[in-house]
Nanobody, 124 residues
Framework: QVQLVESGGGLVQTGGSLRLSCVAS????????MGWFRQAPGKEREFVAAISGGGSLTYYADSVKGRFTISRGSAKSAVYLQMNSLKPEDTAVYYC?????????????????WGQGTQVTVSS
């Protein structure tokens, strides 16, 4: 079993930056592919970014490409989401997720473990 804990959310003005962190614990001897998703009120959960187990491959949603960066810590048990040039439409609860297997995962149904979420609010 893998436990994921996110942190780093908060309130920021348009154009500001935040860095989300997600630390994995438990059965983490294998570096899992990991991803970030977000869900705004009244909307479905949407993909934001994903990273491979080794950290060499990344993929982003078009809406965040060029503004957000996903990365892994040196021990591979942590994943980060650097968010720059934030917009009000980025407001959502952000979730960290981990998937068994080796390949990048882009759909939330492909992920096996989820964190509790962290709120990001961007004021206009």
């Amino acid at each position: 079993q893998v436990q994921l804990v996110e942190s780093g959310g908060g309130l920021v003005q348009t154009g500001g930056s935040l860095r989300l962190s997600c630390v994995a614990s438990g059965r983490t001897f294998s570096p899992y592919p990991m991803g970030w998703f977000r869900q705004a009120p009244g909307k479905e959960r949407e993909f934001v970014a994903a990273i491979s187990g080794g950290g060499s491959l990344t993929y982003y949603a078009d809406s965040v490409k060029g503004r957000f960066t996903i990365s892994r810590g040196s021990a591979k048990s942590a994943v980060y989401l650097q968010m720059n040039s934030l917009k009000p439409e980025d407001t959502a609860v952000y979730y960290c997720a981990a998937a068994r297997g080796a390949t990048l995962k882009l759909k939330h149904t492909e992920y096996d473990y989820w964190g509790q979420g962290t709120q990001v609010t961007v004021s206009s």
